[in-house]
Each structure stands twice: as structure tokens, then as C-alpha cells.
T-cell receptor, first 112, second 110 residues
Framework: ETGVTQTPRHLVMGMTNKKSLKCEQH?????MYWYKQSAKKPLELMFV???????ENNSVPSRFSPECPNSSHLFLHLHTLQPEDSALYLC???????????FGQGTRLTVV | GQQLNQSPQSMFIQEGEDVSMNCTSS?????WLWYKQDPGEGPVLLIA?????ELTSNGRLTAQFGITRKDSFLNISASIPSDVGIYFC??????????FGQGTRLTINP
């Protein structure tokens, strides 16, 4: 298996639920990212991890909680989300930002 | 922070036509990246540019790093149905972040 893999691909959750998104990269990259993509808006960076350490939190609400146990895995824990949090959540990895970030297929999240 | 403006926001063309789109910024970039996103998928890196004036091709796609370092251009020649999607430009902001344009949505009429 190669590239960046995200699970699940689709998720529907209620506002009181707790769920987690998973990302795994097989590229040997040092940095991993969570992005949010809403309709008609540019990709929004949420979190950056570099060598398992969080180096960027782009003013993301605390109902989104990232976890990076190692350089290959990244999680996004979700709790008490709002309907406006419905979006495509994309994970990416990079070995130097000038080389570009490589994205997973995303998790389509719907909050009901 | 830096913002990237893409133009046009959407394009409707006939199969076989050439396509041109651009990306501009108010500040200088040292790298320009072009991505394509198919429906329901994540963005895929198409072309990376590192030097002002650089012209790089990837099949029917050609991208250029503007000489002012504040813009970049992407051209697609002889479009085919699988070119449909959203094209994003991106550039580094600091050491670890990428900033993205809002995208150009390409629709092709057969």
C-alpha cells in the first residue's frame, strides 16, 4: 500500500457523538497535516505535525482534537460537532513544503 | 496572511479546446504548485515550479512561474473529458504551511 490513506471515506454523525478520523502515510514523510474543505471556500489548514510534534494550530475549535502517535499516523478526534462542521477533511503529508503536500482521498463528514 | 487569487473561477469549454488559468498574489512566492482535484477525491500534485520564468510541462499541461514571482499560469492543451475537475494553485507560507487559491472549476462539453 502506498501514498496517503484516510478512513473512513464517509461519516455521518450526530452532534453529541464522538468519532475519529484516521490517516496513514506510507511515503516516509516527516510532516502531516489536516485540512478542511468546505463548499466554495479555499482549503483551510487546521493542524501541522512535524516529527510527531504539533507545530501549528490554525485557531481550530477545541471540538477538533488531533493526535499524532508517530510520523506515519495522524488522527482527528471529533466531539460535539456542529452542522457547519460538515465538510471534506483532508489529510496530507510532506517531506519539505516546497516539494508539495500529498493528500489522501479525504473523509466526507456530515453532522446532523 | 498571503492570499492567492485564481482566475477564472469556472470555465465551460468544448472538448479539444485549450485552457488557460492563472493565479496571482500580492506577495512574492519562491515556489508555485498546481493541483487537480477530481470529485470526491483529494487534490493531486500536477506541477511544481521553483524559479522565476520557469516553464514546466507534464503531458498536455504546462505551467509557468511568473517573472514577478507574484503569479503563475497553467495551460491545458487539447482538453479531454478526464481533465474535468478543480485546479488549485498553492504556495508555501513560512516553513511548513501551504496556502491555496480558491480553485478554477473546469467543465468540458463533449
Amino acid at each position: 500500500e502506498t501514498g496517503v490513506t484516510q478512513t473512513p471515506r464517509h461519516l455521518v454523525m450526530g452532534m453529541t457523538n464522538k468519532k475519529s478520523l484516521k490517516c496513514e502515510q506510507h511515503l516516509g514523510h516527516n510532516a502531516m497535516y489536516w485540512y478542511k474543505q468546505s463548499a466554495k471556500k479555499p482549503l483551510e489548514l487546521m493542524f501541522v505535525y512535524n516529527f510527531k510534534e504539533q507545530t501549528e494550530n490554525n485557531s481550530v475549535p477545541s471540538r477538533f482534537s488531533p493526535e499524532c502517535p508517530n510520523s506515519s499516523h495522524l488522527f482527528l478526534h471529533l466531539h460535539t460537532l456542529q452542522p457547519e462542521d460538515s465538510a471534506l477533511y483532508l489529510c496530507a503529508s510532506s517531506q519539505g513544503i516546497r516539494l508539495g503536500a500529498f493528500f489522501g482521498q479525504g473523509t466526507r463528514l456530515t453532522v446532523v | 496572511g498571503q492570499q492567492l487569487n485564481q482566475s477564472p473561477q469556472s470555465m465551460f469549454i468544448q472538448e479539444g479546446e485549450d485552457v488557460s488559468m492563472n493565479c496571482t498574489s500580492s506577495s512574492i512566492f519562491n515556489t508555485w504548485l498546481w493541483y487537480k482535484q477530481d470529485p470526491g477525491e483529494g487534490p493531486v500534485l500536477l506541477i511544481a515550479l521553483y524559479k522565476a520564468g520557469e516553464l514546466t510541462s507534464n503531458g498536455r499541461l504546462t505551467a509557468q512561474f511568473g517573472i514577478t514571482r507574484k503569479d503563475s499560469f497553467l495551460n491545458i492543451s487539447a482538453s479531454i473529458p478526464s481533465d474535468v475537475g478543480i485546479y488549485f494553485c498553492a504556495g508555501p507560507q513560512g516553513a511548513q504551511k501551504l496556502v491555496f487559491g480558491q480553485g478554477t472549476r473546469l467543465t468540458i462539453n463533449p
